[in-house]
Each structure stands twice: as structure tokens, then as C-alpha cells.
């Protein structure tokens, strides 16, 4: 018999919910019962309960359905990596393992990013969720999240989302950078961006694992996010800058130090500080700029070694 190329990858990270597993799958079955080449793979991160078990099961009898074990708990970034290293399909499709995140919608998800675009992003208009633990949170963090990298998506939350090959093979994800995927796919892909309103449902099983502490490591991965957004081709502007300013804060102490000398009032403590502190401040001047520069050398000799990735669209979309 004939074996198809796989075309699409359906990846779902999973933690805990040994509950949803089979309806999900089966709802996935469904959603793709007239996709020719699929396939379906879950990973499990670490899962304390029967969800590997009961996953394992069911990619026993359906060799569309591959399983992913993760050695412990690493979290869903690192999950949905180790999904898209695995994935076979020139399209990729994420999504939760909670339910909450329609399966119904991937034909539309595929058909959309069918239309020339390199990355779909679910919007999620009927969240489903609770008002202020979970929904105000995500409306402030989009906000700061579109401010700071200027791509103009509204949930950046939303799990479903579809994706080409090659916008995945320019990025790599780490810390909780999930979240931050469009961003990052504009920043280090130059990809072009779309969103699609999708089906949110109430959740069925168990409990959110998301808490008030994922608000601290948003924070941390922003600023991470505009490091590559504003410096990732640019890394001499950053060191330059703050050698700029030690430069100047190590001149006005010299400066000073010199004044006090002249005026008379130089005591032993001020000898010793002010002109130290200046000397120390400019030496560090020097070292930030010795570093922006081996910056730049290294990021030259890198592309010109390997060939230098260029962006797949230069146009974006609201």
C-alpha cells in the first residue's frame, strides 16, 4: 500500500490529564478524518498521573499517533520544542491537552496559513476562564507584550496556533518563550503573521497549572524578547550604549575628584573613592566596548560562514 508524505504535525503537550487524553484524540481523529497524511504527537512532560500510560496505549493501535516521553516535568516550552524537533509535517499545528482548545479548528487554522502566511495565531474571543485570575492577567500581558515588540496580536496566550516548517527551524524555544512565539517568529524569522478567531471551551477535567507566579517569568522572558527583538543583529549598539554612560559617569567622578583637590576640601575618604570609582567606571567603558565589538565579529563571521537567513516576508500584517 502506498504510504503518504506526512504534510501535517499535530503536536500536544500534556501534563497531568490522563482525563482528556482519549476525547481529545478522538476529537483530533474527527477534526482531520479527511487530512490524507497526519500525525499526531504527544508529549507527555513528566505527568504524574496515567497520561503516559493511556497515551501509550492508543499510539499502540494508531501509528498516526506518536508519543513523546519527557525524562520529568520541564515545563510547556520545553515540551512543544521536543514536538516540533519530532514533527515530520511541512505544517505544524499546537495546541493544550485540556479541551479547551477546539481540535474543530485546524482545518481552519491550515487553510488560513494556505493563504501565503508562515504563522497562524488562534484568538481566543469567548475565553472561557475565570475573570480575574486568569483573563486580566493575560489582557495586561498581551498589552505590554504588543508595546514592547510591536507585533500587533492580541492573544498571545492561545495555544493554537499553526505554523510553516521553515519559520520553526529559525527559532528555538527556551525558558517560557512560548508564549512569546509570534514575536519571536517576527523577530529572528521575519515571518509573516495572521489571526484567526478560534473556539474557546470551558474546561472539563481537572484544574489550571498556571498560578500567579507565571506573571514573574513573563516579565523576565519580555525582557529577553526585546533583547533579540532590538539587539539580536545589532549587539554593538547595546554594549555601546552602556559603555556611553559608564563613560560619562566615570568622567563627571574624575571631574569632581578634581575639583575637591583644587578647592582645598580633599579629605583622605574622598582621595581614595572618588578617582577609583571613576577609573573603575571607565575600565568598564572599555570592557562593554571590547565586548560589543567581539559581539559583532562573532555575529559576521557567523553568517558569513553559514550563509546569512533572510527573512521570509518583509511585509507584515495587522
Known amino acids: ?37 497526519w500525525e499526531l504527537l ?16 492508543i499510539s499502540a493501535v494508531d501509528p498516526r499517533v506518536r508519543l513523546l516521553r519527557m525524562a520529568r516535568n520541564y515545563g510547556q516550552t520545553k515540551a ?17 491537552g485540556d479541551l479547551q482548545n477546539d481540535p474543530a479548528e485546524i482545518p481552519r ?3 488560513r496559513l494556505d493563504e501565503g502566511y508562515d504563522l497562524v495565531a488562534g484568538y481566543r474571543r469567548d475565553r472561557q476562564d475565570d475573570f480575574l485570575t486568569r483573563r486580566v492577567p493575560s489582557w495586561v500581558a498581551n498589552v505590554l507584550i504588543r508595546m514592547v515588540t510591536r507585533v500587533p496580536i492580541r492573544d498571545n496566550g492561545c495555544s493554537l496556533k499553526a505554523y510553516r516548517r521553515s519559520a520553526l527551524e529559525r527559532m528555538h524555544l527556551y525558558s517560557d518563550l512560548h508564549r512569546f512565539l509570534p514575536a519571536l517568529a517576527a523577530a529572528t524569522a521575519g515571518a509573516r503573521i495572521a489571526e484567526l478567531e478560534v473556539n474557546h471551551r470551558p474546561r472539563r477535567f481537572g484544574t489550571s497549572k498556571y498560578g ?36 560619562v559617569m566615570g568622567a563627571l567622578f574624575v571631574v569632581r575628584s578634581l ?22 567606571l571607565l575600565l568598564l567603558a572599555c570592557f562593554l566596548a571590547m565586548v ?17 537567513l533572510l527573512p521570509l516576508w518583509t511585509e507584515r500584517t495587522p
Do not use: N
Open 42 to 57: 504527544l508529549i507527555d512532560d513528566g505527568s504524574r498521573d496515567r497520561t503516559a500510560e493511556i497515551a501509550a496505549r
Open 292 to 308: 560589543g565589538l567581539l559581539a559583532e565579529v562573532a555575529l559576521r563571521t557567523t553568517r558569513e560562514g553559514d550563509g546569512e
Open 80 to 96: 512543544m520544542q521536543a514536538g516540533f524537533d519530532a514533527a515530520r509535517g511541512d505544517v505544524v499545528v499546537s495546541l493544550d
Open 1 to 37: 500500500m502506498q504510504q503518504h508524505r506526512t504534510t501535517l504535525s499535530v503536536i500536544v503537550p500534556l501534563y497531568d490529564e490522563e482525563q482528556s487524553v482519549c476525547v481529545l484524540v478522538d476529537e483530533i481523529r474527527s477534526a482531520l478524518r479527511d487530512h490524507p497524511a
Open 212 to 247: 500567579a507566579s507565571r506573571i514573574l517569568k513573563i516579565l523576565a522572558d519580555l525582557l529577553t524578547i526585546t533583547m533579540i527583538s532590538w539587539f539580536r543583529d545589532r549587539p554593538f549598539l547595546l554594549f555601546g550604549a552602556s559603555a556611553f554612560v559608564c563613560t
Open 259 to 280: 575639583a575637591l583637590a583644587t578647592s582645598g576640601s580633599f579629605d583622605a575618604a574622598r582621595a581614595w573613592v572618588y578617582p577609583a570609582t571613576g577609573l573603575l
Open 109 to 111: 487554522m491550515v487553510a
